[in-house]
């Protein structure tokens, strides 16, 4: 959903600086020590190697904007908690597995930088810290576990206790950055964190342990003979993640169909969807509230597609109030037809319901308050980044507020506005 | 079980007293016990829960349980593990299929045990050491059940619809592309039985919790996926719809032009993905028609040099609004050339023959046949068999004749349903007829050049 943050070699913000620089040390200490002391089973290494690598190569990029690599990271915590290839016991160190990470994922890059699609080095350093803290705690312990087939309830609670603990951490890191790159508050930004990871972070998880115990049967095989199921789950994922981003992109593109017909200004769906979302975002709106406050930004003006003729200049705040309501419940019944956004369809349908205050019965939802804001800014200020213009019609809004806006949205656009917007 | 024609019903009967058959003659002995309840449940449980692998094939991640229960419980054991497909949680599931079903699947059950004992595998909780020479009669067995799945199952579909003797004809012969869309996801999902397998030996029945999870995570992106794809369409369908509201005419236009270009895209044998872009484009491929004053879209005479140039300009305004949407790439330039004609008179760039590309040339043709299908405020709607006329005469000059054609079958094979006759509502009076853009048989001309 966010766009911040695009270029992988632009500023970056602190917090990504000091995760780049921390995982960059770690990693640095990591490859010195093992090469120092050598390297324990370079056979397992090399083969875990090989699929981190592999893994990598078909990373991806979720919804709202999070690469993740999936399978070299389900590898990674196979490697991580391997306790037997077959009847021999493995004793790498925990520095063995950051630096084989790290080494198996930086060859995985090669081939996406070559062509041109550079990782983002945050989401890089996230994912090496993941398991690097797995791989300090559980390989000092790792003696202490064998023979699994005696203590296997102890094993697995160890593994899922560490495993939880690292996303909580890794959580916890997402959602600094994402804070402050995008202005999201923190505590909205980590249970949007947890929430997106839950379903993928499952299935890695469960996959790690589940390579790293049948290692100790089959012993090599199971990293060949696990392939195919690793790309069944990527591809579903994959999928998802695809049509997901299609949608948004078509709305968006099909948001412009009202500039085109000259029912409103150039550009305007989208200034207000981006405003929108800013709002959102300051008052602390949850990522799938954002999505669907940035569909029903995106559509709010569809309404006027039913009407015979343009309004002239396309500004719905300077038409009678009667008049925008119809707009609304027009724009509102055709999101309605497609009978999957119930929501989207309410928030466009209140949006230019007046706002009397926290007592309100019935009021509109915070998404309509908010496009019914943003809106007449962006129909008063139009595409113009003047920003004295831009304070003038904000305290104009604010004069007009009793009766009409909701004042906490008003705030919150100034406060976007100072902040200027992200692009 | 009576409604079944009777050779189905001797051929389940067949089915299920085999089954039933090798289960007595044993010998049970030996089989552990506590091993196959908790597989059986295990079976039970992923049986009811089946997950889809596409959108028309469901596969069971019961597959591995099965497959594991042949290493673990030996082929009698796995055949009394399938029977629990008998009981399995599915609502309207009535209890011959539940029969049928124990039973096949207790026999490619059995089947796989036997094929992994006679390749060498022995039956029970695998160690280090059968490693890695269990793969090979493990495979083997994924390929018996397998095999023994799809030839239980394909008999019953056989006996029960028997595809009438033309249909292979038509469809070029057999079709292997389904086949082994279904068939791939087995033999993937199979080799996570030797997993359990293995598993069973550190950590017992939690074996399969661990490989069981992310089969389930997958089927729940699967689902997700699925959910998002009907939303996607039912978006795009609404906001079609939505810039049609306006004529009361060409109302669901889009969504028809929209199926016959998937028919003639099917029938031409495009691929998969780009029947799905060519369905979209129809969809979206008057978008443009937007950005044409609505005067000038309503103007009943002819036209003025101007006038004309506004109407030549919609496929180019439709691409600007739909270019920024990636998938479709391939089907933009059918948005953008769906007015151009095979002798190079079309518009807007005046492209002909194989210049043009097909996504256009076959949105053309559903264009045009959609338009002399429906009402207009100036004629009523033709029938089919008129309209295909209509295509055949301007085929070679203004229609691909190849899209033409299988337009046409597709049509006499399927049928088409052309939309209600429209009857405007009261008290919308229209003082001139609308004209109507895709009808090919106005041939809307600039003043000037209808005199050339």
């Known amino acids: ?423 | 079980m009576r409604e079944l024609p009777r050779r189905a019903q001797i051929y389940i009967c067949v089915i299920v007293v085999l089954a039933l058959a090798t289960i007595i003659r044993g010998p049970l002995s030996g089989i552990p016990w506590m091993t196959l309840v908790v597989l059986a449940l295990l079976f039970f449980i992923t049986e009811s829960l089946p997950t889809p692998v596409s959108d028309r094939a469901a596969v069971s991640p019961s597959i591995p349980v099965a497959l594991a229960s042949a290493v673990l419980v030996g082929p009698l054991g796995a055949c009394l593990v399938g029977f629990a497909a008998v009981v399995v949680l599915r609502r309207n599931l009535i209890l011959v299929k539940r029969v049928f079903n124990g039973a096949q699947m207790g026999l490619a059950g059995y089947c796989a045990g036997a094929t992994f004992t006679v390749l060498g595998g022995n039956p029970g909780v695998p160690q280090a050491d059968d490693f890695p020479g269990i793969v090979p009669p493990f495979l083997a067995a994924v390929a018996a059940y397998s095999i023994v799945n799809a030839l239980l199952v394909g008999g019953v579909v056989l006996l029960t619809h028997p595809p009438s003797p033309g249909a292979f004809k038509r469809r070029g012969g057999l079709r292997w592309r389904p086949l082994v869309t279904v068939e791939l996801p087995v033999l993937g999902y199979g080799t996570l039985g030797l997993f359990i397998a293995a598993l069973w030996a550190a950590v017992d029945f939690f074996a399969a919790v661990l490989v069981l999870l992310p089969l389930y995570i997958a089927r729940w992106a699967f689902d997700q996926y699925v959910a998002q794809q009907r939303a996607y369409d039912a978006t795009i369908a609404a906001l079609c719809q939505a810039v049609e509201t306006k004529d009361y005419y060409t109302r669901g236009h889009c969504m028809r032009v929209s199926k016959a270009s998937a028919m003639i895209a099917t029938e031409i044998r495009m691929r998969a993905e780009r029947v799905e872009a060519v369905r979209l484009a129809g969809m979206l491929h008057d978008v443009g028609k937007l950005g044409v004053p609505t005067k000038v879209l309503q103007k009943s005479g002819p036209l003025s040099e101007e006038e004309f140039a506004a109407i030549q300009l919609h496929p180019m305004r439709g691409l600007e609004i739909v270019r920024e949407i990636g998938f479709l790439d391939d089907a933009l330039a059918g948005i953008m050339h769906h007015h151009e004609r095979i002798d190079g008179k079309g518009y807007p760039m005046g492209l002909a023959g194989d210049e043009i590309p097909d996504s256009a040339r076959v949105i053309a043709v559903a264009d045009a046949f959609d338009s002399m299908t429906s009402t207009r405020s100036y004629r009523n709607a033709r029938d089919v068999d008129e309209a295909i006329e209509e295509l055949r005469r301007w085929s070679g000059t203004q229609f691909d004749p190849v899209m033409v054609d299988a337009l046409i079958r597709a049509v006499e094979r399927d049928g088409w349903r052309a939309p209600e006759p429209v009857v405007p509502p009261a008290g919308v009076v229209r003082d001139h007829p609308q004209l109507d853009h895709d009808d090919p048989s106005l041939h809307l001309r600039a003043v000037g050049e209808s005199r050339a």
């Open chain 1, 1 to 423: 959903m966010t766009r911040a943050a695009a270029s992988p070699w632009g500023p970056l913000g602190t917090a990504q600086f000091i995760l780049i620089v921390v995982t960059a040390l770690l990693v640095a200490a990591a490859v010195a020590g093992t090469a120092a002391s050598g390297f324990d089973r370079p056979d397992v290494a090399l083969a875990f190697g090989v699929l981190i690598a592999l893994g990598e190569l078909t990373r991806m990029t979720m919804p709202g904007n999070r690469q993740t690599a999936p399978i070299a990271a389900a590898w990674a915590l196979g490697y991580t908690l391997l306790l037997n290839v077959g009847h021999t016991t493995v004793g790498h160190s925990g520095l063995q597995v950051i630096a084989v990470t790290a080494l198996g994922m930086a060859v995985g890059e090669l081939p996406h930088i070559a062509v041109g699609r550079a990782p983002r080095l945050d989401a890089l350093a996230r994912r090496l810290i993941t398991v690097a803290i797995v791989a300090l705690a559980f390989r000092p312990a790792a003696d202490d576990l064998r023979p699994v087939e005696e203590r296997w309830m102890i094993v697995i609670v160890v593994m899922v206790l560490l495993v939880g603990f690292s996303w909580l951490v890794d959580a916890g890191i997402a959602a600094v950055i994402r804070a402050e790159s995008t202005r999201v508050r923190i505590g909205v930004a980590f249970r949007d964190e947890l929430r997106a990871q839950v379903p993928l972070g499952l299935a890695i998880g469960a996959s790690g342990m589940m390579l790293a115990l049948s290692a100790g049967v089959m012993g090599l095989v199971a990293l060949l003979v696990f392939t195919g199921p690793l790309l069944v789950t990527q591809v579903a994922f994959r999928r998802y993640a695809g049509i997901r981003a299609t949608y948004l992109q078509t709305v968006r593109a099909l948001s412009r169909v009202t500039e085109v017909g000259g029912y409103v200004e150039t550009g305007h769906s989208r200034r207000v969807s981006r405003l929108a979302l800013a709002v959102g975002r300051e008052l602390g709106m949850r990522e799938s509230e954002l999505l669907e406050l940035e569909y029903a930004a995106l559509m709010h003006d569809i309404g006027q597609l039913s009407l015979s003729d343009p309004i002239p200049g396309g500004a719905t705040v300077l038409t009678p109030a009667e008049e925008q309501r119809r707009i609304a419940e027009l724009g509102a019944e055709v999101i309605q037809t497609t009978g999957v956004l119930d929501g989207v369809a309410q928030i466009v349908r209140r949006q230019s319901d007046p706002y009397l205050g926290p007592e309100q019965e019935d009021a509109p939802p915070l998404g309509s308050r908010i496009i019914r804001v943003v809106n007449a800014f962006d129909d008063l200020v139009g595409g113009s980044s003047d920003q004295d213009r831009a304070a003038s019609v904000t305290d104009r809004l604010r004069l007009d507020a009793a009766g009409e806006y909701d004042t906490r949205v008003i705030e919150a656009l100034d406060k976007a506005l100072r902040r200027g917007t992200p692009s």
